[in-house]
Structure formats: structure tokens, C-alpha cells
């Protein structure tokens, strides 16, 4: 009898770890692109947007589909307000600020039913 064991090999975390959730999201002034980011097993990656009084901000998140779906979230207020849970390629939500203040929303990324990808770009504009 013969047996076959695979294993894959753990996943390393991104230089932007340990953003894991609101509290410590990465934030804006260190983006608008970053690539090569990694999405581990059961993580998510947290990224904070500042949005001025009239202004509109879009994510959009880069990767391939057959290394692992991505998914994403807009949080406002620590509610999910937009989900973007395609099965292509990417991923994108756009949110406008109509206040008079400035807003704070941040972006979760993360794996569908917790999948790994080992890398994806974010461009925030």
C-alpha cells in the first residue's frame, strides 16, 4: 500500500501585517497602490480611507481567481455597508461621502470561506 500526502506551505503574512482588523487597518497615506499583498488562510487584511465632504473613493482589488477567491467589504461606522464578492478576477466598491465632514471607512479583504491567495493588488482612488 501506498500513501500520498500533500501539503501546501504556510503562508507568510505581507509587510503590511499586522492589519487584521479596524483597529489596525493600514491606512491611506501608504497606499493608493500596493502590490504583491497576500491574503492567508482565515485572515482578513484591513485598509482605512479618509473621505472628503463630497468626495467619492473606489477599491479595486487585483488577483488570480484560480489561486484563491478574494472577496471584499465597505465598513462604515463597524457596519458592512457594500460587499463585493464576484467570482472573476476582481473586485471593486466604490463609496461617496454627501456629509459636510470627512468620513472614515475602511475596506476588508479577504478570503472567500477563508481561501489563501498569495497575491493580489489594491488601487484606491
Same mark, same amino acid.
Given at each position: 500500500?501506498?500513501?500520498t500526502t500533500t501539503t501546501q506551505a504556510p503562508c507568510s503574512d505581507d509587510?503590511?501585517?499586522d492589519n487584521d482588523s479596524v483597529s489596525t487597518a493600514t491606512s491611506a497615506t501608504t497606499l493608493p497602490y500596493v502590490d504583491d499583498l497576500v491574503v492567508c488562510d482565515d485572515d482578513?487584511?484591513?485598509f482605512?480611507?479618509?473621505?472628503?465632504?463630497?468626495?467619492?473613493?473606489?477599491?479595486?482589488? @487585483?488577483f488570480d481567481h484560480s489561486d484563491g477567491d478574494i472577496d471584499m467589504?465597505?465598513?462604515?461606522?463597524?457596519?458592512?455597508?457594500?460587499?463585493s464578492t464576484s467570482?472573476?478576477?476582481?473586485?471593486t466598491i466604490s463609496v461617496s461621502n454627501s456629509g459636510? @465632514?470627512?468620513?472614515?471607512?475602511h475596506f476588508r479583504v479577504f478570503g472567500?470561506?477563508?481561501?489563501?491567495?498569495?497575491?493580489?493588488?489594491l488601487n484606491i482612488t
Open positions: 500500500t501506498t500513501t509587510d503590511l501585517e482578513s487584511d484591513y482605512a480611507v479618509s473621505v472628503c465632504p463630497g468626495g467619492q473613493v473606489r477599491a479595486r482589488v @487585483n467589504y465597505l465598513i462604515i461606522n463597524n457596519v458592512i455597508r457594500a460587499r467570482t472573476s478576477d476582481s473586485e459636510s @465632514n470627512p468620513g472614515l471607512v472567500y470561506r477563508g481561501a489563501s491567495n498569495p497575491s493580489y493588488q
